[in-house]
């Protein structure tokens, strides 16, 4: 699998379409400027939009810091033939210059593409880049920003190193993954979730550290679980217990984890949650999750929201009357009003 990784990825390096690595004896002389110089050659080219293959020389710069602004410069440049550069930097001898380059492949969800065929062969030479560097990748901080770009800018077929990323990985790369994974939900790309991940993401929901925590919860936010009730109540459970965590941030994204499982439990427990007097940023997940419950008319969302009406916080109102505007229970219109 690694050899075809690679494989992929020197085909799509050597594509006129995307670039190609330079041997040493064509490396153009720009590589030779000053530091000082190169960084404000790169500055303002990437204001000025200048074509990004005018900065692809400066990738060859013997100072890893010139070398690593100019990867910055070609992902916000927003060009689909910074690809092949850029694929080609991640296997820079810098770390620091190989995890510029996961980042700003992150970015290609912005780049601009002609038509929608082109996006989706572009995030398949992405996917491809990042598996083949994951495969061979030993810095820790560089396999995270791999991770995370997986889930930014890579297509499908990148779920199944991120799901071995949480299963095997360590606890940063388990973040780095579960971050991964909700980017692709989000993107509405996401793979189903089984019940074999949902073994060692319940455990990390409860006991593991916040980061651990949110990310498992805002996972189950963005990615759907697979149609199977076992696998939603065995979610469902977790999070119920996960909803009384000390962290307020995490609480606020398991009251939304909560309602996007969609169990029949779920108004019960998200009510539960004020009964503590939870600070305003608790109060607001609540009310999303009930937001989110009373449009699938689970019984009970709408008086849940007919309470979050009138709370002292602007945003907890706000929130509240637009779940109940598509409500169609009368008392959704009193608390309106």
Same mark, same amino acid.
């Given at each position: 699998?690694?050899?075809?990784?690679?494989?992929?990825?020197?085909?799509?390096?050597?594509?006129?379409?995307?670039?190609?690595?330079?041997?040493?004896?064509?490396? !153009?002389?720009?590589?030779?400027?000053?530091?000082?110089?190169?960084?404000?050659?790169?500055?303002? #080219?990437?204001?000025?939009?200048?074509?990004?293959?005018?900065?692809?020389?400066?990738?060859?710069?013997? *100072?890893?810091?010139?070398?690593?602004? $100019?990867?910055?410069? +070609?992902?916000?440049?927003?060009?689909?033939?910074?690809?092949?550069?850029?694929?080609?930097? +991640?296997?820079?001898?810098?770390?620091?210059? #190989?995890?510029? $380059?996961?980042?700003?492949?992150?970015?290609?969800?912005?780049?601009?593409?002609?038509?929608?065929?082109?996006?989706?062969?572009? %995030? *398949?030479?992405?996917?491809?880049?990042?598996?083949?560097?994951?495969?061979?990748?030993?810095? +820790?901080?560089?396999?995270?920003?791999?991770?995370?770009?997986?889930?930014? =800018?890579?297509?499908?077929?990148?779920? =199944?190193?991120?799901?071995?990323?949480?299963?095997?990985?360590?606890?940063?790369?388990?973040?780095?993954?579960?971050?991964?994974?909700?980017?692709?939900?989000?993107?509405? &790309?996401?793979?189903? &979730?089984?019940?074999?991940? +949902?073994?060692?993401?319940?455990?990390?929901?409860?006991?593991?550290?916040?980061?651990?925590?949110?990310?498992?919860?805002?996972?189950?936010? #963005?990615? %759907?679980?697979?149609?199977?009730?076992?696998?939603?109540?065995?979610?469902?459970?977790?999070?119920?217990?996960?909803?009384?965590?000390?962290?307020?941030?995490?609480?606020?994204?398991?009251?939304?984890?909560?309602?996007?499982?969609?169990? %029949? =439990?779920?108004?019960?427990?998200?009510?539960?949650?004020?009964?503590?007097?939870?600070?305003?940023?608790?109060? &607001?997940?609540?009310?999303?999750?009930?937001?989110?419950?009373?449009?699938?008319?689970? *019984?009970?969302?709408?008086?849940?929201?007919?309470?979050?009406?009138?709370?002292? *916080? !602007?945003?907890?109102? %706000?929130?509240?009357?637009?779940?109940?505007?598509?409500?169609?229970?009368?008392?959704?219109?009193?608390?309106?009003?």
């Amino acid at each position: 699998m690694r050899i075809l990784h690679w494989l992929v990825l020197l085909l799509l390096i050597g594509c006129p379409r995307t670039g190609r690595m330079l041997p040493p004896e064509e490396i !153009p002389g720009e590589a030779a400027l000053s530091s000082d110089v190169a960084l404000l050659e790169i500055a303002r #080219r990437e204001n000025s939009r200048d074509a990004a293959s005018e900065v692809v020389p400066l990738l060859h710069h013997p *100072d890893p810091v010139v070398a690593e602004a $100019a990867v910055r410069a +070609l992902g916000r440049m927003g060009r689909p033939e910074a690809l092949g550069p850029l694929a080609w930097r +991640l296997r820079d001898p810098s770390s620091a210059v #190989r995890e510029a $380059a996961a980042v700003a492949l992150s970015s290609s969800h912005s780049w601009t593409m002609d038509d929608e065929p082109a996006r989706l062969l572009l %995030e *398949d030479e992405i996917g491809a880049a990042l598996s083949a560097s994951l495969d061979e990748e030993t810095d +820790l901080a560089v396999r995270c920003a791999v991770a995370r770009a997986m889930g930014s =800018g890579a297509g499908a077929d990148v779920w =199944g190193d991120l799901e071995e990323l949480v299963l095997e990985g360590t606890e940063p790369e388990r973040v780095a993954a579960l971050e991964g994974m909700a980017m692709l939900g989000r993107r509405g &790309i996401a793979t189903p &979730i089984s019940g074999e991940l +949902l073994d060692p993401l319940l455990p990390a929901l409860i006991v593991a550290d916040p980061a651990v925590q949110w990310w498992c919860a805002y996972m189950l936010v #963005r990615c %759907e679980l697979a149609d199977d009730e076992v696998v939603k109540q065995r979610a469902h459970e977790a999070l119920t217990l996960a909803a009384t965590a000390a962290d307020p941030a995490v609480r606020a994204v398991v009251a939304r984890a909560l309602a996007a499982v969609g169990h %029949e =439990g779920a108004v019960a427990v998200v009510t539960g949650m004020l009964d503590s007097a939870p600070p305003a940023e608790v109060r &607001i997940g609540v009310a999303r999750a009930g937001a989110t419950l009373a449009g699938e008319n689970h *019984d009970g969302a709408t008086d849940l929201l007919c309470a979050l009406a009138a709370d002292p *916080d !602007p945003g907890v109102r %706000e929130i509240a009357a637009s779940g109940l505007a598509v409500a169609s229970d009368p008392a959704a219109a009193e608390a309106i009003v």
